[in-house]
């Protein structure tokens, strides 16, 4: 069982910068795939990056690619989304979530998730 639990969000003006933090409890976290997703109002939850379990891969949407950046630190069983020039249109929920082993895009090959924390980026 991985528990999940989201810090770092916040109101920031159009092209400021925030990182957001997910800890994890739970034993064996170098072995979990590592993802972001968000939700913003009236839309779907949909994928904005991952790590897979070794750190050496990760995988960003297009829509944040070059602006955000995921890292990982399994000394502290914690990922982390470094996210900057950020837009109106990043404004939503973000979730960290959990899958053993390998990332993936979808969020329901995702076992374990945070409650969220919200990003709101004004104009």
């Known amino acids: 069982q991985v528990q999940l639990v989201e810090s770092g969000g916040g109101l920031v003006q159009t092209g400021g910068s925030l990182r957001l933090s997910c800890a994890a409890s739970?034993?064996?976290?170098?072995?979990?795939?590592m993802a972001w997703f968000r939700q913003a109002p009236g839309k779907e939850r949909e994928f904005v990056v991952s790590?897979?379990?070794?750190?050496?891969?990760?995988d960003y949407a297009d829509a944040v690619k070059g602006r955000f950046t995921i890292f990982r630190d399994n000394a502290k069983s914690s990922v982390y989304l470094q996210m900057d020039t950020l837009k109106p249109e990043d404004t939503a929920v973000y979730y960290c979530?959990?899958?053993?082993?390998?990332?993936?895009?979808?969020?329901?090959?995702?076992?374990?998730w945070g409650q969220g924390t919200q990003v709101t980026v004004s104009s």
């Open positions: 979530s959990a899958r053993r082993l390998f990332a993936s895009r979808l969020s329901r090959d995702y076992e374990y």
């Open positions: 790590v897979g379990w070794s750190a050496g891969s990760s």
């Open positions: 739970g034993r064996s976290f170098s072995t979990y795939a």
